[in-house]
C-alpha cells in the first residue's frame, strides 16, 4: 500500500507540476501579449507626443513671425504718427504766425480808420461851429473849398 500511496503522491505531483507548467506557460503567453500591447502604446504616446511638439513648433513658429511683423509695423506706425504730429505742429504755427501777422495788418488799418473817421469829425465839428453864412453873399460861398467826398 505503501507503494501505490507513494506511486499515487507522484502521480498527484506530476499532474499539479504539469497544470502549473501549463498555467505558467499561459500566463507567460499572456504577459507577454500585455508587454507588445504596452510597447504599442507606448510607441503611440510617443508619436502622438511628437506630433503635437512639432505642431506646436509650427504654431510658435508662425506666431513668432506674425508677432515681429505687427512689432514692425508698430514701428513704422509709430514713426508715421511722429511725422505727422510733426506737421500738424508745424500747421499749427505756420497758422498762428499768418493769424498773427493778419491781425497785426488789419489793426493798423483799423488805426488808420480811426485817425482817418477822427479827422472828418474834428472837420465836420469845426465846420458846425463855423457861423451859417448868408444866402445873401453869394461871393463868399464860392471862395470856400467844398469838403472831400469821404469813401
Do not use: H, W
Amino acid at each position: 500500500m505503501k507503494k501505490t500511496a507513494i506511486l499515487t503522491m507522484m502521480f498527484s505531483m506530476l499532474i499539479v507540476t504539469f497544470c502549473l507548467n501549463c498555467y505558467a506557460d499561459d500566463l507567460s503567453g499572456q504577459i507577454s501579449a500585455l508587454e507588445q500591447k504596452a510597447g504599442r502604446i507606448q510607441n503611440q504616446i510617443n508619436q502622438a507626443q511628437q506630433q503635437t511638439d512639432l505642431a506646436v513648433d509650427q504654431q510658435i513658429k508662425s506666431l513668432t513671425g506674425s508677432v515681429d511683423s505687427l512689432v514692425k509695423q508698430r514701428v513704422q506706425l509709430d514713426a508715421y504718427i511722429s511725422k505727422l504730429e510733426s506737421q500738424i505742429n508745424e500747421l499749427k504755427k505756420n497758422a498762428q504766425a499768418d493769424l498773427s501777422r493778419q491781425v497785426k495788418s488789419y489793426n493798423e488799418e483799423l488805426g488808420t480808420v480811426k485817425q482817418q473817421l477822427s479827422g472828418l469829425l474834428a472837420k465836420k465839428s469845426a465846420q458846425a461851429s463855423q457861423p451859417v453864412p448868408n444866402p445873401e453873399t453869394p461871393a463868399q460861398s464860392a471862395t470856400t473849398p467844398a469838403p472831400a467826398p469821404v469813401n
